[in-house]
């Protein structure tokens, strides 16, 4: 199946500071990629759609300027968290469909971000 | 937001035994499906049921479809030590490109 890659896998960082995690799509091409939010032992909340070439569409109740995402190309989107708090510290998760037509999703790895 | 709930959120079983989990939603869909999340990873699929369907099955994986009642479950057989995890539903939504996750159940297979 397609591979999605997902850096850096864990990051620890003092509050204030901004952290970027990418997401990639190493044997396919994706003009959609969607970043998901989870907390400990809780479900995946969708944070946005991320679209190559244009604006993502944020879901509501997300934060634009506090969760930048950034889908340059057909193989990369990544999402920064600027001026990360405490309250940020969470599991994000990046996902993809290998198709337009494909149904499944792919996953990364994931990036548990704790804010000091 | 959620689409729904599953149920039971945690379940322990002795390993050969079976897991059935349950997952209701809210909305029409197109299709339904369940992924496999082992702790602090990615999401794994697992198996896909559309809603003109009723049943399907993969391997140790059945997957049932009420459309009516907006509710499925997956029953693992034989369950293994390997199977724990946590198991969540996800709905494909008409006009909506991503999915929505249901609120997961935590197996724990005890070998």
């Known amino acids: 199946g397609a591979v999605v890659s997902q850096h850096p896998s864990r990051v620890i960082c003092k509050s204030g500071t901004s952290v970027k995690i990418e997401c990639r799509s190493l044997?396919?091409?994706?003009?959609?990629m969607f970043w998901y939010r989870q907390f400990p032992k809780q479900s995946l909340m969708l944070m946005a759609t991320s679209n190559e070439g244009s604006k993502a569409t944020y879901e509501q109740g997300v934060e634009k300027d506090k969760f930048l995402i950034n889908h340059a190309s057909l193989t990369l989107s990544t999402l920064t968290v600027t001026s990360a708090h405490p309250e940020d510290s969470s599991f994000y998760i990046c996902s993809a469909r290998e198709g337009a037509g494909d149904e499944k999703l792919f996953f990364g790895s994931g990036t548990q971000l704790s804010v000091l | 937001s959620q689409q729904g709930e599953e149920d039971p959120q945690a379940l322990s079983i002795q390993e050969g035994e079976n897991a059935t989990m349950n997952c209701s939603y809210k909305t029409s869909i197109n299709n339904l499906q369940w992924y496999r999340q082992n702790s602090g990873r990615g999401l794994v699929h697992l198996i896909l049921i559309r809603s003109n369907e009723r049943e399907k099955h993969s391997g140790r994986l059945r997957v049932t479809l009420d459309t009516s009642k907006k509710s499925s479950s997956l029953l693992i057989t034989a369950s293994r030590a390997a199977d724990t995890a946590s198991y969540f539903c996800?709905?494909?939504?008409?006009?909506?490109?991503?999915?929505?996750f249901g609120s997961g159940t935590r197996l724990q297979v005890q070998p």
């Open positions: 996800a709905t494909d939504r008409t006009g909506r490109r991503a999915l929505t």
């Open positions: 044997d396919f091409q994706a003009t959609t």
